[in-house]
């Protein structure tokens, strides 16, 4: 199936690895340019050399700390000044620190409204004039289950990615009769850092090997493993397609199943 994604120009958040990396590498793969941007120059170079050298794509990387307004600025600067426009934009950001309510003071919930809330509207907002005015453009935003089933441990994240949702979805009606889609892919425990992390949290609290965590993160899966990042890219891919025209506003998981909720 031809995508139509041939010459456009994508533009991926936090992209040196996990899902970043693995939603760049599969627009790469049908024929985007990308703009890739992450906070370690040595990663990020990595997965650029990598992406290039399995796809072909052209790629313009920039060192970048998204919770940094100044720093978004010169990402979408950059991305104009090279390819003259943004017609995919793939927010994403490492999510914030695991732990119980107690634990956070309110410079972490500043922190964590920073990076995952506020990273995701300035990106946005340094895109989206282009993509109206040219009446095409995929917004889409990485969340996670979190925002639809909370996850213990994880009470910054739960609550930040909820307000992403709420931003997405009344966003995504405001821009629909100008050709633009907004949606949300949500991630589950998939074979990341971040879940490694969740899982060196848990076992540090509860005193237990990693190992363990792991096998009761994929008990709960009904798939009963962990997901792969190339099978959430997959839907990433699709959802910046000619053929997703018509899918807007929406908040859809990718996790084996986890999510127990009707909708």
């Known amino acids: 199936m031809d995508l139509g994604l041939t010459g456009k120009v994508a533009l991926v958040a936090a992209a040196s690895r996990g899902l970043g990396r693995a939603v760049a590498l599969g627009l790469g793969a049908e024929g ?11 990663d990020l170079e990595l997965a650029r050399d990598d992406i290039a050298k399995n796809t072909g794509a052209e790629i313009h ?8 307004d100044a720093h978004i600025e010169m990402v979408a600067s950059q991305a104009l000044a090279r390819f003259g426009q943004v017609d995919i934009l793939v927010t994403n950001a490492g999510g914030p ?3 119980l309510f107690e634990k956070h003071p309110w410079e972490a ?12 509207v300035e990106l946005t907002r340094a895109v989206l004039p282009g993509m109206r005015e040219r ?11 979190a925002a639809k089933q ?9 609550s930040v990615r909820a307000a992403v949702t709420g931003f997405a979805r009344t966003l995504a009606n405001e821009v629909a009769t100008d050709g633009v889609t907004v949606n949300n892919i949500l991630p589950g ?39 792969e990042p190339s099978e959430f890219a997959a839907l990433a891919v699709f959802l910046a397609s000619r053929q997703a ?14 999510i127990k909720s009707l909708l």
């Open 32 to 42: 985007a340019k990308l703009v890739l941007c992450a906070r370690g120059a040595k």
């Open 61 to 68: 990387a920039v060192v970048a700390d998204v919770s940094n």
């Open 97 to 99: 620190p695991a732990g």
């Open 109 to 120: 919930w500043e922190r964590a409204v920073n990076l995952t809330l506020r990273s995701a």
């Open 135 to 145: 009446k095409w453009g995929r917004i889409i935003n990485i969340t996670s289950i």
């Open 150 to 158: 909370p996850v213990d441990m994880l009470i910054l994240s739960n």
């Open 189 to 227: 425990y998939t074979r990341t850092e971040r879940v490694e992390q969740l899982a060196d949290t848990t076992a540090a609290k509860e005193g237990i090997p990693r190992e363990d965590v792991i096998a009761r993160f994929e008990r709960e899966i009904p798939m009963r493993r962990l997901g």
């Open 245 to 258: 025209s018509y899918i807007t506003g929406q908040s859809i998981a990718v996790d084996g199943g986890w």
